[in-house]
């Protein structure tokens, strides 16, 4: 065993011998002593030459000649002194004033991260308000003519049918949109035939995601009798049941074709200022829209995702849920667009006027973006989905009910991020972010917001549980990543668009 302990010992020794070189004193030359000292050790070897030669020539007569000598020498060593004296005195003390300078001064480093994120969040996240505005108003008179042309005046006897409205939802009606206003966000309500009745019926046992639901027919009604076209369109049997559900596939399957007749009609007027185009991408239709001339606000090709949704009342609908097996073709999300808007109206007026509460969460939303460039395919998809948008929102919105609103002063805004982003991790790692309505918490929301009847007594809905715990901690390990090394991921990540067309100015803004 001696072959293995030496390497120790050795080191041992090494350290030893490291503290004490490190606790030995060091000497330095003091020239103030050194140099007077050569001076008088000089003149004593002068007057001992000087006596030296007094005693070989005691004859000499000329006693005057030797001492003048002796105090030329003199003075020109006073002289030698005294100019030494200065150089070594002005080195001294330059060399003092640069090591108090050096000491002073505060070691020159880049950028602090408050001072990062102010300068991050005024270059590439802050949206123009002007920008925006100028692009919800565009889409909104757009999408008001083309559900205006679709609109039925009584329901409809056997087929669906626009209601005549649209519901503005996500990031850029809410004041937290990232970047550039380049996507928006529609609900499209429909109408029911006339007389059939639908019931929403919660899917017990499903846990994660929104809360999804089926929407049933009544168990004995003899309309489905009479309009089996729409039935067999439409409608699901439930096997081994008379109940029939309705599936959201043939849906947007009759919504995409409507969508195309209704901008037909109302093409031209907005042809002469930007080109139309419309797509289906898996559930959502997709509006495209690229600008002619400067009507758009610094010629910004915009998409509007046209969503067809069912009303459930008191503001709630339902959408087409995301397809994730055969057993879930007839299933719906709710969507609470008027509860959170409400939501967010009474926490714009509970926070102080210097907040930095959208700021926290614009921040955050594009440190994710950018976080998940660098990754590939199924990595990218897979950080999208877990830290959605509505996933981050929701963590932020729990952050705000469970801190005083003093907190989210602007001068605090570090001190949220590191507060946000720690409470997010700590829900990927207890793999639970609860539903901000169907969450369980009972009396977190102000007492003004109800819910629809069928979701008021519902099971809490976890926004994690569909997803693998290995991937929940890849993603927080990332997330923790990314904001440590924040200097190197806004440098070295790719530059998103540019978020106020600063550079570019606006005919209508000029205008007016």
Known sequence: CLPACLPSSCSGLDRRKARETASMTVYTLNLRVFWPLVTCLLV?????????RRGQDPGCPDRALGILSLLKFAMAFTLCYVFIWYCSSSQGQGRRGRVESTEAAPPRTGPSRKELLEDYYERQVRLSPHMLGHSKAHVAQLVSELVRAGRAEIPPESTLAFRGDFVQIGSGYEEHKVSRPDCFDILVPLRLPRGLKLEPRSCPGREGGPPLCSLETPKKTDWLRRHRAFAEAFLSQEEGGDVYRLCPAPVLRWFYPTVQRCLSAVRYPFEQRCSLGLSLSEDR?????????????????????????????????????APRGVQQEALWTVYFPRQEQRLLAWLKGRVPASSCHLKCLQILKAVCDLSGQALDGQGAAQWRAVLSSYALKTAWLRLLFSTPSEAWEERHLLERMEELLRSLRDSLQRRHLGHLFLGGDVGLLPESLTLPKPFKDTTSSNLLAGFDPAALDLVSA?????????????????????????GLRCKHLEAK
Do not use: K, N
């Open 44 to 52: 004593g070897l002068l007057f001992l030459h000087q006596t030296l």
């Open 285 to 321: 239709v997709l509006l495209r829209l690229t600008p002619r001339s400067d009507f758009v606000c610094c010629h910004i090709s915009m998409g509007v995702r046209l969503i067809p949704a069912l009303p459930l009342g008191e503001g709630a609908f339902l959408v087409a849920a």
């Open 478 to 502: 990332r997330l923790a990543y990314s904001w440590t090394h924040l200097h190197r991921l806004i440098r070295l990540g790719r530059p998103q668009r540019d978020s106020g067309g600063r």
